[in-house]
């Protein structure tokens, strides 16, 4: 195979492959859980628990990194937010309020702000070579 053909075989992997790996996380992860919390003053919480998404955060590092620093940076960016919001989208569609858009916006926007910054700092640090 030529590369030339290899590479542009890679790019919609490179794409594909994070947004099925992060909406299979946020499914391991934010998925199962869909209850809220009620406290004694009658508040609720919910339904994610703080080790939730801080495993969802930790385990979206793996692929991202990899990703970043052996395939097109760009494409696992949007992979990853895309397979979030994908998921934050279908998880929570049947909110009754119609605020959901706005969850998922911010999905949408948070997980672009955090998978650049990844990335870069991982290219960045790749190109410049161990300190």
């Known amino acids: ?3 030339h053909l290899k ?3 890679a790019r919609p992997l ?3 492959l994070p947004a099925v790996a992060s909406a299979a996380l946020w499914a391991a992860w934010l ?3 869909q209850h809220r919390d009620v406290h004694p003053d009658g508040s609720t919480t919910g339904p994610y628990q703080p080790w939730q998404v801080i495993g969802l955060v930790l385990t979206l590092l ?3 990194c990899l990703g970043a620093l052996r395939c097109d ?3 696992v960016v949007a992979g990853t937010s895309a397979g979030l919001t994908v998921a934050a989208f ?3 569609s049947d909110d009754s309020t ?3 858009g706005v969850g998922v916006t911010l999905v949408l926007l948070g997980s672009l702000a955090a998978t650049s910054t990844v990335a870069a700092a991982l290219r960045h640090r790749s190109e410049s070579g161990p300190a």
């Open 90 to 92: 279908y998880d929570w």
């Open 62 to 64: 793996v692929p991202v």
């Open 31 to 33: 998925g199962w859980d």
């Open 98 to 100: 119609g605020l959901f």
């Open 1 to 3: 195979m030529s590369p």
């Open 14 to 16: 490179s794409f594909l």
């Open 7 to 9: 590479k542009s075989a």
């Open 73 to 75: 940076a760009r494409s």
